[in-house]
DNA sequence: ACCACATACGAACGTTCGTGCTATTATCGC
DNA sequence: GCGATAATAGCACGAACGTTCGTATGTGGT
């Protein structure tokens, strides 16, 4: 069993990464989570030493999560088309998960540290290249299994693949456009189709 | 010509133009904006009377600047590809100009502002808005000029390549991915690609 | 049941935030 | 050049920021 500061401190994690998927990392606020938690605001500090400290432990806290509820489940698919489209769709629904209410927290965090250098986001980058890997990876072990063109590029589809994303997420949280999930939705078909072994057989399976 | 009051509010604008895309809207202080251009925080801040006011006009300044660099310009070219390409390319230069430190404001806004409803917001959305419009609207000139597909769906290319250059700032700028850009033209070309006319003869220009 | 220690609190620190006043200086039409 | 008006500075405010400190209360191993 956990100790009691270990279990308030995760709490305190929890709430933080949804309010920081909302505010950003710098917009949340100690105080501000210290009332929301019914914690003084001392007291919360003292969990973590610097504001620094509490940030980069967010990111951490929000990259486990991101592993349980996207990575994990979908390397547990077939290699090729099936892993890549698990990847796609958990994705868009962690984008949209009610413990998010902003969204992607790293979507967020990424425009925000893009331009501030130090350990947050220093940290920031290592999982999202660890994120972009993770896609690399996948389509190169699709490539391996005779599933995808022996010629397609890995890390363009990855690219593009997160460019369809951030534009999903764009459409839709800021310009509430209804289709813009349809619209990712055929995006990430037409990227498939780009790199998809042509056999000889016409059969393709919707 | 401009009186005094005007000129001093033009070069503040413009210096919060660059502050705020590095660090937003939001990060974008009055304080600091004094100091950086030798000015006391309440002789900057009577020009304008709040600092919503400011941040509005820093969007529209902003919007006034990338009309003239990006969209104006494009629009002299010819309808269809050529016009496409102007608008992607510009708007790649736009993402790099030396004015805006930290990338394409609306960009650093959007994510920033997506879950904080206000004028502020409405105005970066009423923008966002006509950019893609402006995209939708290249999109179907080109299908009229018989130049893309008739079947070609703007919208959906307008979304798609929105990712595209989403995709480009966020490797470019957070990753520093040397190869960023050369990807993200890669993929406009995949993107031009699939609303081509696909006439019976072979040409195509590079 | 006790005691060492982990956990939480309340108050205060110095800064910076946005925003009002009032006074002084600069501009510009006549 | 004068005089009305625009433009800027100076100062102060209340609130919120991250952080520190001393102190109280609770937990958990023995």
Redesign the pocket.
Known sequence: ?????????SAILEHATGLASQLGL?G????????EL?????????????????QIQVLDHAAAKFVDQVVRPSLREPRGEPRLRALFERWLAWDAAQSLPGGCVFAQAASELDDRAGPVRDRLVRLQREWIGVLVTSVGLGVAAGRFRPDADAEQFAQDLYGVMLAFHHAWRLLTDPQAEARARRAFGALLDGIRQTTGDPEDRP
């Not at 949340?28 to 009332?35: M, R």
């Not at 019914?38 to 509490?54: D, I, M, P, Q, Y």
């Open positions: 069993m956990p100790t009691k500061g270990q279990r308030t401190r710098t949340l606020t100690i105080g501000h989570l210290a009332d019914r914690l003084s605001k001392s007291g919360l500090f003292a969990h973590f030493r610097s504001k620094e400290a509490l």
